[in-house]
């Protein structure tokens, strides 16, 4: 059954520091988001994407933030300067419609990024 | 917020079914009804989705109010496995971002 990768599993990385999260969404699927949850707290929507750009993002997603599909298969998320608050486990998604309402979104396992 | 209402934990005894209950009174006519469970350490992971009529798939069933106000998701064995938080997720049509609330975690009991 086709998944969603994510790698690294695990980033340690110094505040202020730039980190680069990589996903492989489903070979097929066309709609692209990142949520994220910190320990011990809801899984929160970070950013959709679409057809090279981004659909709708949400309050987290400040200018520190930034999403690409570089090609192909790959989709990333960036975070230029790292705060401690950004210690979360990040997890990709991908869906084929991107409608809502019926769509289904397939998750990847997630990166766990630790902020020192 | 997720517009869901979801007790915090249940219990249930291996091998027996599960009733995971979910409040959705404010609910819309175009929203689904989607259940996602996340296992420990893991992603967020489909469960079943419905709009009105009760649902089947090979992981669970899904039983919808006539008035859509509240639903069901039955686990109709379960194993130690199942073991997760289960999160009841109204979506609308048009809007593709998940909106998840706490969510029911399961503890099964060997």
């Known amino acids: 059954e086709p998944e969603v990768t994510q790698t690294p599993s695990h980033q340690v990385t110094q505040m202020g520091q730039e980190v680069i999260l990589r996903c492989v969404p489903i070979?097929?699927?066309?709609?692209f988001y990142w949520y994220r949850q910190i320990l011990g707290q809801k899984v929160e929507f970070l950013v959709s994407f679409y057809n090279n750009e981004i659909s709708e993002k949400s309050e987290i997603f400040d200018d520190q933030f930034s999403v690409e599909r570089p090609d192909g298969s790959n989709f990333t998320l960036k975070i230029r300067s790292t705060k401690l608050e950004d210690s979360a486990m990040y997890f990709c998604?991908?869906?084929?419609?991107?409608?809502?309402?019926?769509?289904?979104?397939?998750f990847g396992p997630g990166t766990r990024l630790t902020v020192l | 917020d997720a517009k869901t209402t979801q007790p915090n934990s249940m219990e249930s005894n291996e091998e027996e079914p599960v009733h995971l209950p979910c409040n959705h009174s404010t609910i819309s006519g175009t929203d689904y009804i989607h259940w996602y469970r996340q296992l420990p350490s893991q992603g967020p992971e489909y469960v079943i989705h419905?709009?009105?009529s009760n649902v089947n798939n090979r992981m669970a069933s899904l039983a919808i109010a006539e008035d859509r106000k509240s639903s069901t998701l039955i686990l109709h064995r379960a194993t130690l496995r199942d073991a997760a938080v289960y999160y009841c997720?109204?979506?609308?049509?048009?809007?593709?971002?998940?909106?998840f609330g706490k969510g029911t975690r399961l503890h099964i009991l060997p």
């Open positions: 419905g709009l009105t």
């Open positions: 070979s097929n699927h066309l709609y």
């Open positions: 997720i109204l979506r609308p049509n048009r809007d593709d971002k998940i909106i």
């Open positions: 998604a991908s869906s084929s419609s991107g409608i809502g309402g019926p769509d289904t979104q397939y």
